[in-house]
């Protein structure tokens, strides 16, 4: 008999639940941990002068909220525990632990590092992100493969949208650190400028690609 784990159609719910369960728990970790690790300075007016840190703590808090958000959409929706989403779904929520780390190692460049300290910890932060948004999306595209027709027409139109958006994203990331390296100063701020632009382009090719697929297949309209 062949594994359960290989029998996508008989899923197990509660293995599933547990799953989604412990993914929750990585993520309060996480947060946690982005929380514990601000450092209480010697004069608060230090804060007020430097708001480097709130900055980055708003961004890191938001982050890890929307991917809070897009882990449990997946499982309610989307998730198969084949082998391979097994292992994707690890790797997604090391990297979310990770996240956390690098956004100090960021910081920490910035204030006190060398150019070479700032490049090497933007790779590391920026390269953390585009590994987590990939597992997510193949973790999508994993679920959308072995559904087939079983997937909501709805469901699988927002998968596409999200896989067209992270392949779009992603190398857009790679870019802006390759191009950013030259000017250390200001690499943060480029490469988010990348990834805002990649994220734009893929929503809208996302959308593209979704509409091409419900007028190609007629089946696939919204049940809404």
């Known amino acids: 008999m062949r594994d359960p784990i290989e029998r996508p159609a008989l899923r197990d719910e509660y293995f599933v639940r547990r799953l989604e369960a412990f993914g929750d728990v990585v993520i309060g970790f996480s ?9 209480v300075p010697n004069h608060a007016a230090m804060l007020l002068s430097d708001p480097t840190w709130l900055a980055a703590y708003v961004w890191t808090f938001a982050l ?5 958000g897009g882990h449990y959409w997946t499982f309610r929706y989307v998730f198969v525990p084949t082998r391979l989403s097994l292992v994707l779904n690890y790797a997604k929520l090391g990297f979310v632990v990770l ?3 690098t956004v100090q190692v960021l910081l920490r460049a ?39 027709k079983q997937l909501a027409p709805d469901v ?23 191009i950013a390296r030259a000017n250390p100063s200001t ?3 480029t490469i988010a400028l990348f ?4 994220v734009a382009a893929g929503t809208f090719a996302g959308r593209l690609a979704a509409r091409t697929q419900t007028v190609n297949d007629p089946s696939q309209v919204s049940a809404r």
């Open 31 to 39: 947060l946690a941990f982005l929380g514990s690790s601000l450092i």
């Open 64 to 68: 890890v909220c929307s991917m809070w």
């Open 99 to 101: 996240l956390i780390f």
């Open 110 to 148: 910035f204030q006190s590092g060398s150019a070479r300290d700032v490049v090497a910890a933007n790779e590391l932060y920026w390269g953390c992100l585009c590994a987590y948004w990939v597992a997510a999306a193949a973790i999508l595209a994993i679920g959308m493969r072995v559904r087939g």
């Open 156 to 178: 699988a139109r927002r998968c596409l949208r999200r896989i067209w958006r992270v392949g779009t994203t992603a190398p857009a990331i790679v870019a802006g650190i390759a």
């Open 187 to 189: 690499m943060a701020s």
């Open 195 to 198: 990834m805002t632009a990649g």
